[in-house]
């Protein structure tokens, strides 16, 4: 199974300000055929369903505020928010869908210092 | 508009067994894979495994193999996940998705969740 690891498991950033968050595979997710890495971002809030925030390492999904940005190949991804808002308080969850079992990072907690 | 609308939630004893529903409306229900997965307390998301309604084709995660059974009513549009011998390390919230119009794998919608509890 690939294993994702995501640091840190916890930050605290003022609103307004810039929260990055890391990724890291056990092996490479980058599939040269289609020159896309099979990697997404998901925002969870308590008592809510997931919600997809980026596939393909950088793709935002439909709805999704331009704040949210992503980037990385192969092995290592960053999730990025630019301007963190109150309602970006969340656990943020990346997953790779290269191969099965899909496997998520354990999870990067996200709140207003 | 797509929906994925889960069971409510169980509250079960060890050892006993759970049968957790998924209907699916707005989108054709044959069309997309059922994936299953849990959120576990302290240990994030998990994958479970999924099902192809159209030709009931299943796979499993291992660690779940052989307690675990995904099936489906095309009728009724509706995926249900049996999981069986249940210990209190299940208690997590339930949850179906599907990658709609995307590459398998990429979960764009997600049921609301159902809570198992085992104690």
């Known amino acids: 199974d690939i294993v994702m690891t995501q640091s840190p498991d916890s930050l605290a950033v003022s609103l307004g300000e810039r929260a990055t968050i890391t990724c890291r595979s056990s092996q490479n997710l980058f599939y040269s055929f289609n020159n896309k890495n099979y990697l997404a971002w998901y925002q969870h809030k308590s008592g809510q369903r997931p919600k997809l925030l980026l596939y393909?390492?950088?793709t935002r999904a439909s709805g999704v505020p331009d704040r949210f940005s992503g980037s990385g190949s192969g092995t290592d991804f960053t999730l990025t928010i630019s301007r963190l808002q109150p309602e970006d308080v969340a656990v943020y969850f990346c997953q790779q869908y290269y191969s099965t079992p899909r496997t998520f990072g354990q999870g990067t907690k996200v709140e207003v210092k | 508009q797509l929906q994925l609308v889960q069971s409510g939630s169980e509250v079960k004893k060890p050892g006993a067994s759970v049968k957790v529903s998924c209907k699916g409306s707005g989108y054709t229900f044959a069309g997309y894979k059922m994936h299953w997965l849990r959120h576990v307390p302290g240990q994030g998301l998990q994958w479970m495994g999924a099902?192809?309604?159209?030709?009931?084709?299943?796979n499993y995660a291992q660690r779940l193999k052989g307690r675990v059974t995904m099936t489906s009513d095309t009728a009724l549009n509706t995926a249900f996940m049996e999981l069986r011998r249940l210990e209190p390390d299940d208690t997590a919230v339930y949850y179906c998705a599907i990658s709609w119009t995307l590459e398998d794998g990429i979960f764009n919608f997600w049921g609301q969740g159902t809570l198992v509890s085992v104690s």
């Open positions: 099902m192809n309604p159209e030709s009931g084709g299943t």
């Open positions: 393909w390492s950088s």
